[in-house]
């Protein structure tokens, strides 16, 4: 087993400033966040903020990418679940995760993305298009999955958004379950008819099986693979 590498005292200064930061944040929103502000709650000098961060926009962007890894620590792929349940699981999941970070949220959803948020953002992507997957693969998807994943990340983000921008005493607790059902009424066939869903079903259920299709070369399975978009999506 190889031995983990010493966290240097950079390193942890470091760490503890985006601690700090994300805590003022969270407390009162990204005007809070200041060079001078961090730096009293850090009990450091300011100078230490732009020797680590180049500036106040340095810093927010090393919270977004915090945030981001946070969100990812708690975004597993449970591949015994139910491929149905599965998904719904991380729509609650970037629901509850919105809700209870709104002014994160609020700025990893908004700021320009360092080239580590972007990775990190693609991960979670990743994620979601994998549950996408396989609820494919079990023949409950009536959409191509590319429309899926794009219409769960335009409803939830929507969704998050649209309750932290309500009062708490007027906020809508309906929202986010009806939305989820209409993207279930969209994407989602009923399981007892999805053996006998039409062409549209079966070619992004066929889709997602492509890669395990070796009797095919693969140039035949990009062709057929491009045949398979162009039912799923008309």
Same mark, same amino acid.
């Given at each position: 087993?190889?031995?983990?590498? &010493? ?20 407390? @009162? ?12 709650? @850090?009990?450091?000098?300011? &100078? ?6 180049? %500036? ?26 139910? &491929? ?10 970037? +629901? ?22 972007? @990775? ?33 990340? #335009? ?17 809508? %607790? ?6 989820? %059902?209409?993207?279930?009424?969209? +994407? ?22 492509? &890669? %395990? ?5 693969? #140039? ?15």
């Amino acid at each position: 087993m190889s031995e983990l590498k &010493p966290v240097s005292p950079r390193d942890r200064t470091r760490a503890h400033l985006v601690r700090v930061a994300a805590e003022l944040l969270a407390a @009162a929103g990204p005007d809070a966040v200041t060079t001078r502000s961090v730096a009293l709650a @850090a009990g450091l000098q300011a &100078p230490a903020i732009y020797r680590l961060f180049g %500036d106040k926009t340095g810093l927010l962007d090393a919270v977004v990418e915090h945030g981001f890894t946070s969100y990812m620590a708690s975004k597993q792929l449970d591949r015994d679940c139910d &491929p149905v349940r599965s998904l719904h699981d991380g729509w609650q999941l970037h +629901i509850g995760f919105g809700l209870a970070n709104p002014e994160l949220f609020r700025l990893m959803n908004t700021a320009l993305r360092t080239p580590q948020g972007r @990775a990190a953002a693609a991960t979670g992507a990743g994620v979601l298009r994998a549950r996408v997957h396989r609820v494919a693969e079990a023949g409950r998807l009536r959409v191509s999955e590319r429309r899926a994943v794009e219409l769960i990340q #335009a409803a939830g983000t929507g969704v998050v958004f649209t309750l932290i921008d309500q009062a708490a005493e007027e906020r809508d %607790d309906t929202l986010a379950g009806t939305a989820w %059902d209409s993207v279930c009424a969209s +994407i989602l066939t009923q399981a007892s008819t999805a053996a006998t869903g039409g062409p549209r079903v079966a070619a992004v259920t066929l889709r997602a099986a492509l &890669p %395990d299709l070796t009797a095919l070369s693969a #140039a035949e399975r990009a062709l057929l693979g491009d045949w398979l978009d162009r039912i799923a999506e008309a």
